[in-house]
């Protein structure tokens, strides 16, 4: 170490020399003059004669390094290792002000690629935004992933919807059933949460990640004319103002009467919900449970028959309690009957 030091020491000597500045008096004017001599050399430069030794001046600090194989500069694997060693330096042994140093640079060269205003991250290229797939009932189909750097978190909205903007009613019949929805994987530094929503005729929303995976799907109990549905999902980089909630509907299909249950998983993001009937004559027992072990009760409550077949009230949304994991729903009516149960998610 003592050796390289003194060849540093030289170079900066002849540096001097070549350029008529005066030994210096003390350590400042010494300090100053290792600035100046830093200054006018490239990022990496050679110390002449030696072709062995390197300094390496990243913006931050001034080492020495010795020469790479295949050329004197890292390759990406060491530069990553050099800069997390750095940031962990300086930032104290702390991880999170280390991961917090680490994105402050790669923002800063982000901004070096592309310095000006920009809505879309640099990695948006390297995705697949959008698409259009005619999905069966029962299946789910990708049609969007876009996976970008940590510091490329941002605002990302998603539009799901119907490929036609016009039903086209041949071959309906009473019995078709369109039951879309679409299944948002995001997240950031890898780890996505879930959601499943409905599409309807169409719905837009918009998160924050640094990560997104989007498919198309259609429930089982679905009937299709043609077999399948056209279905359309995209991601973009500017936020939407939402002016409805989202919501996941769940069916249950022609639940018996005499006391007939049936169990169904609160979908992720739900905080309240509502219930409605085809025959509302039919009085409806619901049980939201939790899970500890064994199923608990959490509330009960009664959607009452009505005197008719159709709903004569709308139902005030029942909220769901933080242990909130199942809804099991009872006919106690005289006839069978489908539910639908709109779940309200906070997204």
């Given amino acids: 170490m003592t050796e390289k030091r003194d060849q540093i020491l030289g170079a900066l000597a002849r540096w001097a020399n070549a350029n008529g500045i005066p030994r210096p008096k003390d350590q400042a004017g010494m300090n100053r003059l290792l600035q100046r001599f830093i200054a006018a050399q490239p990022a990496w430069f050679e110390i002449p004669d030696d072709r062995t030794t390197h300094l390496i001046d990243d913006g931050a600090t001034i080492q020495i390094a010795d020469a790479k194989v295949g050329g004197q500069f890292m390759d990406d694997w060491d530069q990553l290792l050099q800069q997390r060693s750095e940031a962990m330096a300086e930032a104290h042994g702390d991880d999170f002000n280390r991961d917090f140093l680490l994105s402050g640079k790669e923002q800063a060269e982000l901004q070096a690629a592309a310095p000006f205003a920009r809505t879309n991250p ?134 018996a009467n005499g006391g007939t249950t049936t169990d169904l998983v609160i979908p992720r993001f739900a905080k309240q919900f509502t219930l409605w009937r085809s025959d509302a004559r039919n009085a409806i027992g619901i049980v939201v449970e939790g899970y500890a072990g064994s199923f608990s009760t959490i509330y009960s409550f009664t959607r009452a028959a009505a005197a008719t077949v159709a709903e004569t009230a709308a139902m005030t949304p029942l909220p769901l309690t933080g242990d909130s994991v199942y809804l099991r729903l009872t006919n106690a009516g005289s006839s069978s009957t489908n539910i639908v149960v709109v779940f309200d998610l906070a997204l």
């Fill in 122 to 255: 640099v990695s948006v290229l390297q995705g697949i935004l959008g698409g259009t797939a005619n999905v069966t009932q029962g299946t789910s189909v990708n049609i969007a992933r876009w996976e970008g750097a940590d510091a490329e978190t941002t605002a990302v909205t998603v539009t799901l919807g119907p490929v036609e903007t016009v039903p086209n009613l041949d071959g309906i019949d009473a019995n078709t059933l369109f039951r879309p929805y679409g299944i948002i994987q995001w997240g950031t530094r890898g780890f996505p949460v879930t959601a499943q929503v409905d599409i309807g005729r169409g719905c837009q929303f918009t998160i924050n990640a640094s990560f997104v995976n989007l498919s198309l799907a259609m429930e089982a109990n679905t009937a299709l004319p043609n077999g399948f549905l056209g279905l359309t999902g995209l991601l973009s980089y500017q936020p939407c103002v939402r002016t409805q909630n989202l919501t996941r509907s769940l069916y249950v299909d022609g639940l």
